[in-house]
T-cell receptor, first 109, second 110 residues
Framework: EDQVTQSPEALRLQEGESSSLNCSYT??????LFWYRQDPGKGPEFLFT???AGEEKEKERLKATLTKKESFLHITAPKPEDSATYLC??????????FGPGTRLSVLP | NAGVTQTPKFRVLKTGQSMTLLCAQD?????MYWYRQDPGMGLRLIHY???????AKGEVPDGYNVSRLKKQNFLLGLESAAPSQTSVYFC?????????FGPGTRLTVL
């Protein structure tokens, strides 16, 4: 059975304090790993897709990396506007996607 | 482009009532999905569609039915609502990779 876990469940950072979020997955035949950002009361918004171990993607203060068993979302010098829930999802066979429970990030000014 | 839209945004039902949630996308995407999101459980797939006229069950399909009569629309039906179906429902569409989500429907079943 395909599974995705995320840690920590919640994270509080001071503005400028860099950190990483973890997404661990168990899937037979990874077709893609996706990171989304979700603001309260809104739908998830796509951030990155990673396809193979060793791949990295960057966007502003965010960098996503992928190994054979996990992915990390690194946040460098975060700002309060980076506060959100970050969701990880995997695509295995077909068009089925499995989401993790998310990490709630709070960045304090 | 409006992207993915969902109607209604909010709804309160009594146990046993029925309703239909509508999802529409204007991006000509083949694949469409219905998820429910509950606190601490992330997004769980209810049903999905790989094309007009086709549907498939996801992780939590019981109590729900779907239809995809037109490529741009994906309907989610609750025939007899139960309190356990209180949740936020999200629709999404994709060409095959990253998904585009609607704003959600908050449903409360009393």
């Amino acid at each position: 059975e395909d599974q995705v876990t995320q840690s920590p469940e919640a994270l509080r950072l001071q503005e400028g304090e860099s950190s990483s979020l973890n997404c661990s997955y168990t899937v037979s035949g990874l077709r893609g790993l996706f990171w989304y950002r979700q603001d309260p009361g809104k739908g998830p918004e796509f951030l990155f897709t990673l396809y193979s171990a060793g791949e990295e993607k960057e966007k502003e203060r965010l960098k996503a990396t992928l190994t054979k068993k996990e992915s990390f979302l690194h946040i460098t010098a975060p700002k309060p506007e980076d506060s959100a829930t970050y969701l990880c999802a995997v695509q295995a066979s077909g068009q089925n996607f499995v989401f993790g429970p998310g990490t709630r990030l709070s960045v304090l000014p | 482009n409006a992207g993915v839209t969902q109607t209604p945004k909010f709804r309160v039902l009594k146990t046993g009532q029925s309703m239909t949630l509508l999802c529409a996308q204007d991006m000509n995407h083949e694949y469409m999905y219905w998820y429910r999101q509950d606190p601490g459980m992330g997004l769980r797939l209810i049903h999905y569609s790989v094309g007009e006229g086709t549907t498939a069950k996801g992780e939590v399909p019981d109590g729900y039915n779907v239809s995809r009569l037109k490529k741009q629309n994906f309907l989610l039906g609750l025939e007899s609502a139960a309190p356990s179906q209180t949740s936020v429902y999200f629709c999404a569409s994709t060409l095959g990779g990253e998904q585009f989500f609607g704003p959600g429907t908050r449903l409360t079943v009393l």
